[in-house]
């Protein structure tokens, strides 16, 4: 594979915007595994969803390209369509949870506890750190995947989450403290009942939090 | 530097955007403070877990599968709803609609579509019809002409054997020439809304037979051609029987008596139009008069001229124009030159309409 730059990204943006399946073809080549990976972390590290959400991401992506403004940062335009159906995605997931009767087990899956998960899934390193993200609000959570996952600038990701640079940083900060409280309750309960540690208290009471 | 302050720059300095001057002030502390060396190396690791493999070339399974999304229904534009084509189908029927209006307006006077205008007093019954052999003369059936803005639509005489509300027209490569004897009953009579009314309908009563008797020419031109006029529009307009007239309407449009000669007689070839007259002024001026308003523009001037020239023979003053409104500018001349105009200045006339002609020719019947 060539090493990838920025402005081929963008030329290769320009070709497909102007309906050139190949260029489309590249960048999705190019950034397929990306946008599968966010999602993954997104959705609570449920694989075959983030894959099924990366075909619609793409679908959109192709249906949005005429309106993709030549030049700019593709990386972070696409991204912006990803976190976005991401959203939808958890929302749609909620909501047939709730539906289906499915609420506690779901809760608890929010949580980062070990109830209503699948203890197989947790087993692996990437379950566990995609079961603690869960645990953290989606607003800090989209920035920690955007810059500590996929190595985006502070200033690609404010694009991406079109916020301020410094919005970003604090999310990202704040983001990280909530998910080493979450990763360390999550080991703790499954090690030993222990108390909780002092992060943990810290890191649930962020005015910012939504739950 | 305490350990408060070192943990709150601890994350920045993980970023690598702390200055020269704070980062060496904490690594200075850090290496002298355990807990806070601890801290460092912990949030190292967490960022360490949160960071994805470096990305790879999608998987070629991911790719096909995004491709064929896309190549489906994915990448078709918005389908649009179904009830969107019935406004296309509206449109569709509104133009045809202006577009035969159009045609009817535009077709030279004297062709088939002519009879079903109200032509005044004219009696359509004893219309003569002669045919030539002419190049292009369009004939839309009237009957199956369907008007959405007419409030009085009729219905057709047998069911359509087309599709509503599809108007259709037939091109006949002959062209049928209408003279409309016009009859005489005295002096035009002073007609009130209601009288005009009925006479229109009347002479569209009327026109049904006239167009009987086109068919029938068609039908024999048929016969005797090739076949190009389709046998519905024959049969249609055959079958289209007139309604019996009133009786008053009866009397005041009376047939004129078999041999006699029609007052006016408006013979049409091409372009060209030639009104010729015959019989009294007192029957050829009602005539005339009666031409006037339903006329196309050659032939109101045509009327108009030979009106104007009876008025020259009798002596009589012809009536007073209206004042064409399309010469007049509103601007110069209503403000400026209303105040400096000459005193005999007149502001150019249009022809008289066919009421003044009317009122004229009563007042003037004492004097004649």
Known sequence: LAPLSASDDEHLAGLAADGDLGAFEALVVRHGSAVVAALERLLGGDHHGALDGAQEVWVKVHRALPGYRRGANFRSWLFAIALNHGRDCRRRVVRRARFSGDELAFAGRLDGSTDGRDPSERATERGAIAAALTAVDERFREALVLVDGLGFGYDEAALALRCAVGTVKSRVHRGRESFRAAYERMDSSTESKSPRPPAVAAASEWPGSRR | ?368
């Open chain 2, 1 to 368: 530097m305490n350990c408060d302050q070192a943990r709150a720059r601890m994350w920045v300095e993980i970023d690598g955007e702390l200055g020269d001057g704070e980062a060496a002030a904490l690594r200075a502390h850090w290496q002298s403070c355990a807990d806070c060396a601890a801290e460092l190396r912990a949030r190292q690791g967490v960022v360490a877990k949160l960071r994805l493999a470096p990305q790879q070339a999608a998987d070629p399974a991911h790719v096909a599968a995004v491709l064929a999304a896309v190549a489906g229904a994915g990448s078709a534009p918005a389908r649009r709803p179904w009830w969107l084509a019935l406004t296309h189908l509206a449109a569709a029927a509104v133009g045809a609609w202006i577009v035969s209006a159009a045609l009817g307006a535009g077709e030279p006077r004297g062709s088939a579509t002519e009879l079903s205008a109200p032509v005044g007093r004219a009696d359509l019954a004893s219309a003569q019809v002669a045919s030539v052999p002419a190049p292009e003369v369009t004939v839309i059936e009237r009957e199956r002409l369907w008007v959405p803005l007419a409030g009085s639509h009729r219905p057709p005489a047998r069911p359509l054997s087309i599709p509503w509300p599809i108007p259709y027209e037939v091109r006949v490569p002959v062209e049928v020439r209408v003279e409309v004897p016009v009859p005489v009953a005295g002096p035009v009579p002073a007609a009130g809304p209601s009288a005009a009314q009925r006479q229109a309908a009347a002479a569209l009563e009327r026109s049904s037979l006239a167009l009987a008797q086109v068919a029938e020419q068609l039908a024999e031109l048929r016969r005797a051609d090739d076949g190009s006029v389709g046998p519905e529009i024959v049969a249609a307009a055959a079958a289209d029987e007139p309604d019996e007239p009133d009786d008053d309407q009866r009397q005041t449009a009376a047939p004129l008596a078999p041999g006699r000669t029609p007052p006016v007689t408006v013979q049409r070839d091409g372009r060209s139009l030639r009104l010729s007259t015959h019989g009294a002024t007192d029957d050829v001026v009602p005539a005339l008069i009666a031409l006037l308003p339903s006329a196309e523009p050659a032939l109101q001037d045509a009327v108009q001229r030979r009106l104007l020239g009876v008025a020259r023979d009798l002596g009589l003053q012809p009536p007073r124009g209206e004042a064409s409104s399309a010469d007049r500018d509103p601007w110069y001349r209503s403000d400026q030159a209303s105040a400096t105009a000459l005193p005999g200045a007149e502001v150019p006339e249009g022809p008289p309409s066919a009421a003044a002609w009317r009122e004229w020719w009563n007042a003037a019947e004492p004097l004649r």
